[in-house]
């Protein structure tokens, strides 16, 4: 007998910057879930601790932000990442660290590690996620630096005062913010009330217009939604997929999430990133 050798050969590395949920379905373990299910290793970089379950949020505590510097240098000089993520970053001294550690790193568009931007600024009860005078640092730190930017329509509202009702809205929406400078925008039709049946997100690299049709699903549980199509877009990067592909990756990623999404508590239940794991523990 001898012993066995392991099989394991290093994944493409993707890293979360972004707040935790108690309740287990939004934000970093959103992003983890997804991370594993996409293949990829998930690495963390903690800017929040959220106090929440599935009615709402009661406690928001942020990191201090050299922290949040120091996690994202410690695994980018040893680890590497092939993609990075952002998703509640709490505040503008937050965004500051984050943007300077992007440029520490190497992290950001045109640079080694593409970066996709979640602009998350409220929970889906309407609980504040993001200081007021926060936005401002998104738009002129992050965007810049972004390949690819995440809004809803919520989000939309809040960085550019657009308020979108139809698929018009949408266009100009996404004009207006590839104005601050992402590579890529994507402007998420989930919240468009127009689309009774179908929910269509845009994408938009400042010379074409992409829409990206998918079913719309009658349910509540959409908790992390929006945290685990980013996570899958940046797992498409670090795969090596350009931002359309990634983009095309992560829709069809996530209608498969909310197709699987299930009640938990008194509330909004979750998006089921792991819908692809097979159940090994079950006779085959
Ligand atoms: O889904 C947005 C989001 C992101 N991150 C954290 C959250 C939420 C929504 O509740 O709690 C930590």
């Known amino acids: 007998m001898s012993v066995e050798q392991p099989v394991g050969i290093t ?15 939004a934000g970093i373990a959103a992003d983890l879930r997804t991370f594993a299910a996409c293949g990829v290793h998930g690495c963390l970089a903690v800017c929040a601790v959220t106090v929440q379950n599935s009615v709402g949020v009661t406690g928001v505590h942020p990191i201090p932000p050299e922290t949040v510097a120091a996690q994202i240098a410690s695994v980018a000089g040893d680890i590497g990442l092939d993609a990075a993520k952002t998703g509640m970053l709490a505040g503008t001294e937050i965004i500051e660290a984050v943007a ?27 609980d ?9 640092s998104f738009r002129t730190l992050l965007f810049p630096r972004a390949t690819v930017v995440t809004p809803n329509l919520d989000e939309v509202r809040l960085l550019i005062g657009i308020d979108v009702h139809d698929r018009a809205g949408q266009y100009e929406a996404a004009k207006v913010l590839h104005e601050l ?21 845009l994408l938009y690299d400042g010379h074409a217009f992409t829409e990206l049709p998918g079913p719309r699903f009658d349910t509540g549980n959409t908790h992390g939604g929006g945290d685990s199509m980013a996570a899958a877009i940046a797992s498409g990067l670090a795969r090596g997929m350009s931002p359309p592909d990634a983009v095309a990756f992560g829709k069809r990623y996530i209608v498969e999430a909310v197709r699987h999404s299930y009640p938990l508590g008194a509330g909004h239940g979750p ?5 692809a794991l097979r159940p090994w523990w079950t006779p085959l």
């Open 128 to 136: 504040q996620l993001l200081a007021d005078s926060a936005l401002d």
């Open 271 to 275: 998006v089921s990133p792991l819908w």
């Open 181 to 201: 400078g992402p590579r890529y925008v994507l402007v998420k039709g989930g919240h468009l009330r127009a689309d009774a049946d179908r929910c269509v997100d």
């Open 11 to 25: 994944p493409p590395r993707v890293m979360t910057i972004a707040g935790t949920d108690s309740g287990g379905g």
């Open 100 to 126: 300077e550690a992007c440029d520490a790193n190497g992290i950001g568009a045109g640079r080694r590690t593409p970066l996709v931007i979640d602009p998350v600024a409220a929970s889906m009860h309407g």
